[in-house]
């Protein structure tokens, strides 16, 4: 089966700085990749994803990249405010599967002010 | 997301006990999951269910049961509680067939403590 992996698993920067979260993945037949954020005491909700025919995706402050080769995608949050601080993980799913997402172990992200 | 909705919230329960979790959502969505949060471990995928006739194990179903009421419950049972399964458990929801979107929709999560 798939299996995704997370890294770091905690990372703080300071405010206005950009951080960056990295996964892996090992079945190359996947080819949608969505990542959520979860807020302590929260439930998981997606910010962004990004299906395998695109290289890229922007969202105001977030992009995620995918490197089907390498088979790894990262999110980039850029000019980091304190409300991002959360447990950012990433997923990973392909069709006929009825989009099982196989979550990653999570990136604590603390902004500092 | 206010339209997936968890009861209870918070469970404490002891070992060998039945316990059943609920789950309703008012999306009109066909998909359901639900899914274990440990801390340190991610989501781990328990059962899903594409509508009410459809229903699969996922990656950690050992231990569990599910029940697919109507389109708009999904329920799963602990038929007896052991200590290793205290963790935070959430239900989601997608949209399947031709409007289907992948993103899924989490509520709000059940804590089950397992003393």
């Known amino acids: 089966g798939e299996n995704v992996e997370q890294h770091p698993s905690t990372l703080s920067v300071q405010e206005g700085d950009s951080a960056v979260i990295k996964c892996t993945y090992s079945d190359s037949a996947s080819n949608y990749f969505p990542w959520y954020k979860q807020e302590l005491g929260k439930r998981p909700q997606l910010i962004i994803d990004i299906r395998s025919n695109v290289g890229e995706k922007k969202d105001q402050r977030i992009a995620v990249t995918l490197n089907k080769t390498a088979k790894h995608f990262s999110l980039h949050i850029t000019e980091t405010q304190p409300e991002d601080s959360a447990v950012y993980f990433c997923?990973?799913?392909?069709?006929?599967?009825?989009?099982?997402?196989?979550f990653g172990s999570g990136t604590q992200l603390t902004v500092l002010p | 997301d206010a339209d997936v909705t968890q009861t209870p919230r918070n469970r404490i329960t002891k070992t060998g006990k039945r316990i059943m979790l609920e789950c309703s959502q008012t999306?009109?969505?066909?998909?359901m999951y639900w899914y274990r949060q440990d801390p340190g471990l991610g989501l781990q995928l328990i059962y899903y269910?594409?509508?009410?006739?459809?229903?699969n194990k996922g990656e950690i179903s050992d231990g569990y049961s599910v029940s697919r009421q109507a389109q708009a419950k999904f329920s799963l049972s602990l038929e007896s509680a052991i200590p290793n399964q205290t963790a935070l458990y959430f239900c989601?929801?997608?949209?399947?067939?031709?409007?289907?979107?992948?993103?899924?929709?989490f509520g709000p999560g059940t804590r089950l403590t397992v003393l």
């Open positions: 989601a929801t997608s949209v399947g067939g031709k409007g289907r979107t992948d993103t899924q929709y």
């Open positions: 999306k009109g969505h066909d998909r």
């Open positions: 269910s594409f509508d009410v006739k459809d229903i």
């Open positions: 997923a990973a799913s392909k069709a006929g599967s009825a989009r099982q997402l196989t």
